[in-house]
């Protein structure tokens, strides 16, 4: 399969220190990207690089296309970003927060979708379970609920690359799952799903690829089992890990620091 | 079920903003009416009408036409923009204590009039007047900009506007100080109080060009305010221009407000209030929020406009100082209710 997502020789500095060093990746649509590394590494700036969030040197380029050369709705239309920790500054109702998935799009008042908005943003709410929360106020709900409200407003980009920033962190185990099988469905559709975490559980479990980066360097990838082998633990995370396999998927649990 | 129940909810809350939206319209204009029929000589409605449409005595339409009006257009199109404004900084900051007048911008805009007026370089119905205004108004907004940086805390935006606007203070103290002209000093010192005493049409001609400007830009980023709700990381991933829309922003925010400042002096506390007294009937949407807030900033100047001529005193009360009397006590209620982010030091 062809690449759709590639990164050749990036680099990021942000204040004067070189955050990201001559990452080169190729990522292809329809698989979950698990990118790893200890705190630091760079995991939040090559995420924001890939988007164009930050200022980078190199080339990556989606869909085939120079990331510098698309206009700024362009590269919304293909990023869905998604930051860590759910920000959201005034009480809106849920589902005028998901309508901002279509800003994109053109469609910048959410009283005012087009039919094509209208049944993106339901599609949206529908994958990510929130059609019932739509006009409750985003503030007013419970962890897990809003989320489930963030990730519904990514989805309805339908963007061709997701990005997600620790989507799971602060989340109880039970939607710690239910988030991470929802970007594993969006990625069977056929988005390229990309994911920070820290959580190599999770990682292991439900990614088909996984990237280590350490120190800003993309330092290990491939299958979670040989990413992450015995040696890159050591060497990168400075544990050992318990390593099995449940139900066919791989196990590795981080258990002591070496 | 659940889901029709929804949608219900959101027509029934357009709905409620719909006539939210008229019933400021009708509010509005009642107090402009009111400002045309009470001063000295008191006026019925009717009359009032009457004599705007070139009715009735001539006496009624010289004071209805052309010593109240040009008033109570300042007062619309003033109110109008620094409830506008301070709607416009509170979304673009995500932040309710954001307001013209706690960055300094009136108070830079009034230093750049009175230099103006001290170096004599015009006389003040010049349009050298709001011109200065708005530069230093703009400086103004740009310098406490640059300070916050990106998802400026609370805390910094307030402190960088309190010097900031001690600065402007300073340095207009300090031209009155230098003036060899007492009469020139208490004119300026007058000014700065905030009036809509006597203005004519000139005035009107030399303010309204720079506030309708500042208002159409200010109105034409409104979406972006919305998409601004998740943080300007997001916003950006949605495809908003950020650096541009706080050009804007700032370019709007100098316009409407220098322009005001030019022809009134400091009124201040307007853009404070208005968007706040909106929030609970139109709801948080930082979008929706604008044209409501500039209506509401209308009907507050006008009305106080209308409370100087009628509250009795030995001397006139100036309008700035009515509107900072009001404004002062509800800012430091804000204050109160915000106090939970003011002392976690991030809003």
Avoid: C
């Avoid at chain 2, 044209?291 to 009907?299: I, M, N, R, T």
């Amino acid at each position: 399969m062809t690449a759709f997502l590639t990164a050749q020789g990036v680099s990021v500095k942000l204040a004067g220190r070189l955050v990201l060093r001559d990452v080169s990746l190729a990522l292809s649509p329809g698989h979950l990207v698990a990118l790893v590394g200890p705190n630091g590494a760079g995991k939040t700036t090559l995420l924001r690089a890939l988007a164009g969030l930050v200022p980078a040197t190199g080339a990556i380029h989606v869909g085939g296309d120079a990331l510098s050369s698309l206009s700024l709705p362009e590269r919304a239309r293909r990023f869905a970003y998604l930051p860590q920790g759910h920000l959201v500054h005034w009480p809106l109702p849920a589902r005028d927060i998901v309508a901002l998935g279509r800003y994109p799009h053109g469609a910048t008042d959410p009283a005012r979708l087009t039919p094509r908005d209208a049944e993106a943003v339901l599609r949206a709410m529908r994958a990510t379970d929130v059609v019932e929360l739509r006009a409750r106020r985003v503030t007013e709900l419970s962890g897990g609920e809003r989320s489930r409200v963030a990730l519904a407003r990514v989805f309805a980009v339908e963007a061709p690359v997701i990005l997600a920033d620790e989507p799971t962190s602060s989340l109880d185990p039970r939607h710690q799952i239910e988030v991470m099988k929802t970007l594993r469905a969006a990625a069977d559709q056929g988005t390229l799903v990309i994911v920070v975490t820290h959580d190599l559980v999770l990682a292991a479990r439900f990614a088909d690829i996984v990237l280590v980066l350490s120190d800003g360097r993309l330092v290990s990838q491939g299958a979670p089992a040989e990413a992450l082998s015995e040696q890159v633990m050591g060497d990168v995370f400075r544990i050992s890990a318990f390593r099995a396999e449940y139900k066919r998927e791989a196990v590795i649990v981080p258990w002591a620091e070496i | 079920m659940s889901f029709q129940n929804a949608m219900m909810t959101a027509d029934i809350a357009a709905r409620r903003r719909s006539s939210v939206m008229a019933a400021l319209v009708v509010l509005v204009v009642l107090l402009a009416l009111g400002s045309l029929g009470i001063g000295p000589v008191r006026l019925s409605p009717v009359t009032v009408i009457d004599a705007l449409f070139g009715g009735g005595s001539d006496v009624a339409q010289v004071i209805v036409r052309e010593i109240r009006l040009p008033r109570a257009i300042l007062a619309f199109a003033i109110g109008a923009v620094l409830g506008l404004s301070g709607a416009a900084l509170q979304g673009l900051l995500r932040n309710p204590l954001a307001a013209p007048e706690l960055f300094g911008a009136p108070q830079s805009a009034a230093f750049g009039a009175v230099l103006v007026i001290a170096l004599g370089l015009a006389d003040v119905r010049s349009y050298a007047l709001p011109v200065a205004a708005i530069v230093f108004a703009f400086a103004s907004v740009f310098v406490l900009l640059a300070i916050a940086g990106r998802n400026a805390a609370l805390l910094i935006l307030i402190l960088a506007g309190l010097a900031i606007s001690s600065l402007a203070g300073a340095a207009t103290a300090l031209v009155m100080n230098l003036s060899q002209n007492p009469f020139v000093v208490l004119e300026i010192a007058f000014w700065l109080l905030g009036s809509l005493e006597d203005r004519s049409f000139r005035d009107v001609m030399l303010a309204l060009p720079f506030i309708a400007a500042g208002a159409v830009i200010l109105l034409s980023q409104r979406n972006a305010f919305r998409a601004l709700t998740l943080g300007e990381e997001t916003a950006q991933s949605l495809g908003v221009d950020i650096d541009r829309l706080r050009l804007m922003v700032i370019a709007g925010v100098a316009l409407g407000v220098g322009g005001a400042v030019a022809v009134s002096g400091t009124i201040g506390f307007i853009g404070l209030v208005a968007p706040h007294l909106m929030r609970p009937l139109i709801g948080h949407d930082p979008a929706r929020l604008l044209v409501p807030s500039a209506l509401a900033g209308a009907a507050l100047l006008l009305a106080a406009d209308i409370g100087v001529r009628i509250i009795p005193s030995t001397s006139d009360i100036k309008v700035g100082v009515l509107t900072s009397i009001i404004g002062v006590p509800f800012f430091l209620y804000l204050i109160m209710r915000e106090r939970r982010a003011l002392g976690g030091g991030v809003a």
